[in-house]
């Protein structure tokens, strides 16, 4: 137990760490290649925050526990617009700042929806399906595709004047590797407690993973809140959802291994993801209204937004 709390803890602050160190050298990299200021938001952080979902996703794959791994991914789109996004809500609130969204956020809520449909009617049919997987990430490329035909028109603001890193690249993949072994450290910390109290890979899945793994947006979102960069928040927990949901959902079926779904159940998940769908629409809705009229954040939305994922636990456990 004491092997199993200590490797999670290493790895939940090997994770903080170089989430965060993979994120920053992400932009920084794509800016030396050119890309534009939206597709970096949309794209390189958002896959920047969801790359410790897919690589936990990846080793308890390789451990054939389906139900960990579907966990893994409602857990942590749930806690990042229930946690993560309430967090945010609540600081602004108690400053007693006025939040503000661009009209062009609006394309990528409607895609946020659509996407969390998608995943919905995916993993009711049968998330561990190659098919399924073909499916997520054909449309994983095309959401990309089009968040790079809206970039490319943004003006060439990628920081040339900026003096960059040195060793960028080199800096990119050490940073990916800290974060291969911070996420083998959670999983493996994660089936230690599974053994040890015989507890359901969905409980485990929903919350020693999915917090585990989301810590990075909640730290992030806590800093760019107080100083006041919301938006950045607010667009990376649109394209991190999308992710997680479109490509680490897909990482199972590839596998093609029938034991994936050994235990998996649909009635077991159904109230889950209705909660994910229902605070999904409720976070898409309010930005879109924001998007429409600047207003005073809401301490009551963010307090439902964070009581949401505590109500959550108890259909997950």
Same mark, same amino acid.
């Given at each position: 137990?004491?092997?199993?709390?200590?490797? %999670?803890?290493?790895?939940?602050?090997?994770?903080?760490?170089?989430?965060?160190?993979?994120?920053?050298?992400?932009?920084?990299?794509?800016?030396?290649?050119?890309?534009?200021?939206?597709?970096?938001?949309?794209t390189?952080?958002?896959?920047?925050?969801?790359?410790?979902?897919?690589?936990?996703?990846?080793?308890?794959?390789l451990?054939?526990?389906?139900?960990?791994?579907?966990?893994?991914?409602?857990?942590?789109?749930?806690?990042? @617009?229930?946690?993560?996004?309430?967090?945010?809500?609540?600081?602004?609130?108690?400053?007693?700042?006025?939040?503000?969204?661009? $009209? /062009?956020?609006?394309?990528?809520?409607?895609?946020?929806?659509?996407?969390?449909?998608?995943?919905?009617?995916?993993?009711?049919?049968?998330?561990?399906?190659?098919?399924?997987?073909?499916?997520?990430?054909?449309?994983?490329?095309?959401? %990309?595709?089009?968040?790079?035909?809206?970039?490319?028109?943004?003006?060439?603001?990628?920081?040339?004047?900026?003096?960059l890193?040195?060793?960028?690249?080199?800096?990119?993949? #050490?940073?990916?590797?800290?974060?291969v072994?911070?996420?083998?450290?959670?999983t493996?910390?994660?089936?230690?407690?599974?053994?040890?109290?015989?507890?359901?890979e969905?409980? %485990?899945?929903?919350?020693?993973?999915?917090?585990?793994?989301?810590?990075?947006?909640?730290?992030?979102? $806590?800093?760019?809140?107080?100083?006041?960069?919301?938006?950045?928040?607010?667009?990376? #927990?649109?394209?991190?959802?999308?992710f997680?949901?479109?490509?680490?959902l /897909?990482?199972?079926? #590839? =596998?093609?291994?029938?034991?994936?779904?050994?235990?998996?159940?649909?009635?077991?998940?159904?109230?889950?993801? =209705?909660?994910?769908?229902?605070?999904?629409?409720?976070?898409?809705?309010?930005?879109?209204? $924001?998007?429409?009229?600047?207003?005073?954040?809401?301490?009551? #939305?963010?307090?439902?937004? @964070?009581?949401?994922?505590?109500?959550?636990?108890?259909?997950?456990?």
């Amino acid at each position: 137990m004491i092997i199993a709390l200590l490797a %999670i803890t290493s790895g939940i602050a090997l994770i903080w760490v170089s989430a965060e160190k993979l994120e920053n050298y992400s932009v920084y990299a794509a800016r030396e290649f050119g890309f534009s200021p939206f597709f970096i938001g949309s794209t390189v952080i958002a896959f920047g925050t969801s790359a410790p979902e897919m690589l936990t996703t990846f080793f308890v794959s390789l451990e054939n526990k389906g139900s960990m791994v579907i966990g893994n991914v409602i857990g942590s789109n749930v806690a990042n @617009l229930s946690l993560v996004f309430g967090s945010m809500l609540l600081i602004i609130s108690l400053k007693k700042l006025r939040i503000k969204q661009e $009209v /062009a956020i609006q394309k990528n809520l409607l895609i946020l929806l659509i996407s969390s449909f998608l995943i919905w009617l995916i993993i009711g049919i049968d998330p561990f399906n190659i098919f399924s997987s073909l499916i997520l990430l054909t449309s994983l490329i095309l959401v %990309i595709s089009f968040w790079y035909k809206n970039g490319v028109s943004d003006e060439n603001e990628n920081g040339n004047n900026i003096d960059l890193p040195k060793y960028v690249s080199l800096k990119l993949v #050490l940073s990916l590797m800290f974060l291969v072994f911070a996420a083998w450290l959670i999983t493996f910390g994660a089936n230690q407690i599974l053994d040890e109290f015989s507890l359901g890979e969905l409980f %485990i899945g929903y919350t020693v993973l999915a917090i585990g793994t989301s810590l990075p947006e909640i730290a992030a979102s $806590v800093s760019l809140a107080l100083r006041g960069r919301y938006e950045t928040v607010t667009g990376t #927990l649109i394209g991190s959802n999308i992710f997680n949901g479109l490509c680490v959902l /897909a990482i199972p079926g #590839l =596998f093609m291994n029938p034991n994936m779904s050994s235990g998996w159940s649909y009635s077991e998940w159904s109230p889950l993801l =209705f909660i994910l769908f229902i605070i999904t629409f409720i976070f898409s809705y309010y930005i879109f209204s $924001v998007s429409k009229k600047e207003r005073n954040a809401s301490i009551l #939305l963010s307090l439902l937004f @964070l009581s949401s994922y505590f109500v959550s636990l108890y259909f997950a456990y």
